[in-house]
């Protein structure tokens, strides 16, 4: 995620004037799916506010916003909370990134150039070797631009934008779920099998594969979360 500018006057982080909204929400954003908020932690506004020398007005249209991405959630008399996510939330998140990636696959597999498909598997490769070393980082980001990039290539601004809707929430997902070094493994594998039918130019064993690597990120995400008491 893109870390928003920031100015630090007398020891407290404030915002720069322009994009106050944009910029708070970036950063309660990256706080909750990194792991720094945790699940059904309560977030005070008025704290919020204070933290970073805004007024309430920015940090309610945050907040909203963050409702709407189903990170936060707002009981009446209670307050505001970091969702603790359901099983429910797992599913669907995965039953729509299947129905959109596993049409976006069959485009790019016909369609991206091949030195960008070598280059995803060569990342693919040094970042599940750096995760059996204990560094997560350039799985989550090679995993991540994986993704991306199959969807980007369908220049499809419709589908783009629909999956781009539940990136924060399927970050999130994969910070608190399948982070094991077995989970990692079996994530690689299943995306070298689609980026090496991408280059054979076989849309539909691409497909195949990436139905099945969402099943099992679902799978997976859902027995990792639940063993750290956090799914519901």
């Not at 991405?69 to 729509?96: I, W």
């Amino acid at each position: 995620m893109t870390t928003p500018s920031v100015h630090h006057r007398r020891g407290r982080t404030t915002l720069v004037v322009e994009r106050i909204s944009e910029q708070l929400y970036s950063i309660l954003c990256e706080r909750i799916t990194s792991g720094e908020y945790a699940p059904g932690s309560r977030l005070d506004p008025q704290a919020i506010a204070s933290e970073f020398g805004v007024s309430r007005t920015p940090v309610r249209d945050t907040l909203a916003r963050l409702e709407h991405d189903r990170l936060v959630e707002t009981r009446p008399r209670s307050g505001t909370f970091v969702t603790r996510p359901t099983r429910q939330d797992v599913h669907e998140v995965c039953q729509l990134r299947k129905g959109l990636e596993w049409l976006a696959t069959g485009v790019a597999a016909e369609t991206m150039p091949l030195e960008q498909i070598a280059d995803l598997r060569n990342e693919a490769v040094n970042a599940l070797r750096a995760a059996e070393q204990g560094d997560y980082e350039p799985f989550f980001a090679s995993d991540t631009r994986i993704h991306h990039d199959i969807v980007a290539t369908t220049g499809n601004s419709r589908l783009i934008t629909a999956r781009e809707s539940v990136e924060p929430f399927v970050y999130w997902l994969r910070v608190l779920g399948a982070t094991g070094p077995h989970r990692l493994a079996g994530s690689t594998h299943r995306h070298l099998e689609i980026l090496d039918a991408m280059a054979a130019r076989n849309p539909a064993a691409a497909q195949e594969a990436a139905a099945i690597h969402l099943t099992e990120v679902e799978e997976w995400t859902l027995a990792d979360m639940a063993s750290h008491d956090i799914v519901t």
